[in-house]
């Protein structure tokens, strides 16, 4: 299984971005999906959570209201849309997948648990 992350770039405040994650390889039906996001200088933190179990979907509260996670299943790809973009947001973002029952009822932070991970991508939100 590979995660392919992509749709990071250079954006001012207020703006938009879609990351997209693809996934080569993957069939499952049962996993979590997650995006985390590392600043520099600053431990990796959970963003969103998608569970495949329940549908359940959480998020950071620094992102709520502002980022949406959503997934094309017959394109094993998942998006997140970030919206009114804050310097704060600043980070490389990675896709992540954890296998088996999952419930999102919280984002989490700590990726042990993950089985797959993108490569991240550059995400930069100027003042």
């Known amino acids: 299984v590979q995660l392919q992350a992509s749709g990071g770039g250079l954006v001012q405040t207020g703006g938009s971005l879609r990351l997209s994650c693809v996934a080569s390889?993957?069939?499952?039906?049962?996993?979590?999906m997650s995006w985390f996001r590392q600043a520099p200088g600053k431990e990796r933190e959970g963003v969103t959570c998608?569970?495949?179990?329940?549908?359940?979907?959480a998020y950071r509260d620094s992102v709520k209201g502002r980022f949406t996670i959503s997934a094309e299943k017959a394109k094993n790809t998942w998006y997140l849309q970030m919206n009114s973009l804050k310097p704060e947001d600043t980070a490389v973002y990675y896709c992540?997948?954890?296998?088996?029952?999952?419930?999102?009822?919280?984002?989490?932070?700590?990726?042990?648990?993950?089985?797959?991970w993108g490569q991240g991508t550059q995400v930069t939100v100027s003042s």
């Open positions: 998608f569970s495949s179990a329940d549908g359940s979907i």
């Open positions: 390889g993957f069939s499952s039906d049962n996993y979590a």
């Open positions: 992540a997948v954890a296998l088996g029952t999952w419930y999102c009822d919280y984002v989490f932070d700590d990726g042990s648990g993950y089985n797959y």
